[in-house]
């Protein structure tokens, strides 16, 4: 098992493998997933500000979605802030 905390609410909690996200917050992230994927869908060559401005929310938000592998941006189009 592994300790991991949550990046939503900030309790720890074991899961057999790594995680970042509890299975309380488990839906509120698939949900703001699905929107930054519906966004893209609409408006495909956005940039990580142009997504967190146009959902409303943290550009961090959504920079942690590429940390985690979910995001994927090729050619460039999507380029990670430094
Ligand atoms: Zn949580």
Redesign the pocket.
């Given at each position: 098992m592994k300790l991991n905390q949550?990046?939503?609410?900030?309790?720890m909690?074991q899961s057999p493998d790594t995680r970042v996200?509890?299975?309380?917050?488990?839906p509120?992230d698939e949900a703001l997933f699905s929107s930054i994927e519906d966004y893209l869908k609409k408006y495909p060559n956005s940039n990580a500000i142009q997504i967190a401005e146009g959902l409303e929310i943290p550009t961090f938000e959504v920079v942690r979605f590429i940390d985690e592998g979910r995001l994927q941006f090729s050619r460039g189009k999507f380029e990670r802030l430094k």
């Open positions: 949550c990046k939503y609410c900030f309790n909690f996200v509890c299975d309380k917050c488990k509120l």
